[in-house]
């Protein structure tokens, strides 16, 4: 196990930073209309930003773990943002990106692989849990910073929709992961506060918590109610639910634009 940490440990991988480029790329021509579709604009803009906070997510896991004791974080690369160093891309990466997709949602994965007998603290495990969704708490409110800051004036409305869209992502995946479910960051919070025995029979359920939440989103009332909880949450920070389902719209250009969103998006800004 190392003892110190090497200065190319922090590196930031051209993986990452390519990502950050088609995030940027993309978010201009959306800003600009400049494509020719501007569903695929979004797409491409939402769909690089969402994996850019999920690197940054396993990153703050990272970051925390090597500050509070586990030199070994470095040499396994998770602290250089690469997506693909991860213990499971699929679950931290693919996965994500596919329930973005296929539901709307920002579903959690699960990546960073901590030596947690190097680190001593109840606390310091609880905050190194905590510091993923914090991170997603973080990316929600710098997405919606121009909704609460009452900041519009010359943001182009489907630019807005599709901040709109990111921010649900990043506050679906905030809560979902502070949730006190076995395998996902909730329970890591409070799993050092637990008896021994609660911990040992729990521990069997932890590979199967993200699937049991991702199950329980099916059903119709508690899907209902978790995004009654979500729009609330977004209303508090100034976006209207109109705003983030015009970008969920805009998002899926493969399913045709609403005609709804459509002439809403022809309304001049403000």
């Known amino acids: 196990m190392p003892t110190t940490s090497r200065r190319s440990d922090w590196r930031v991988s051209p ?12 978010g201009w021509a959306v800003w600009t209309d400049y494509a020719a579709s501007a ?3 979004v797409f491409l803009f939402v769909t690089s930003a969402w994996i850019v906070s999920l690197c940054l997510h ?54 960073v692989f901590v030596e947690r007998g190097s680190i001593r603290g ?29 900041a519009l004036d010359g943001v182009p409305l489907v630019f807005q929709y599709a901040l709109g869209f990111l921010a649900l992502l990043q506050v679906s995946a905030a809560i979902l992961n502070f949730l006190p479910v076995p ?3 909730g329970y890591g919070v409070i799993e050092p506060w637990l008896s021994y025995r609660i911990r040992r029979q729990v521990e069997p359920l932890a590979p199967f918590g993200l699937l049991l939440v991702f ?14 909880a979500v729009d609330a949450v977004l209303s ?19 399913e045709g634009e609403s005609e709804y969103c459509a002439a809403y998006t022809l309304r001049p800004a403000g």
């Open 39 to 41: 569903g695929l604009a």
């Open 15 to 26: 993986v990452f930073l390519g990502i950050v480029a088609v995030m940027a790329v993309t």
């Open 183 to 185: 395998g996902l960051d």
């Open 215 to 228: 199950a329980l989103l099916f059903i119709p009332a508690l899907n209902a109610v978790f995004f009654d």
């Open 58 to 111: 396993e990153y703050a896991h990272a970051a925390t773990a090597h500050h509070s004791g586990d030199l070994s974080i470095g040499t396994k690369g998770y602290l250089s943002l690469n997506p693909l160093a991860y213990t499971h891309a699929l679950l931290s990466i693919v996965l994500p990106v596919l329930f973005v997709i296929l539901g709307g949602i920002g579903l959690p994965g699960g990546a």
């Open 122 to 150: 109840r606390w310091k495990h609880s905050l190194i849990s905590a510091a993923g969704p914090l991170t997603n708490v973080l990316f929600a409110l710098v997405c919606t910073a121009p909704f609460w800051l009452d």
């Open 236 to 254: 508090v920070l100034g976006v209207d639910e109109l705003v983030s389902a015009c970008g969920l719209d805009f998002y899926r250009f493969w």
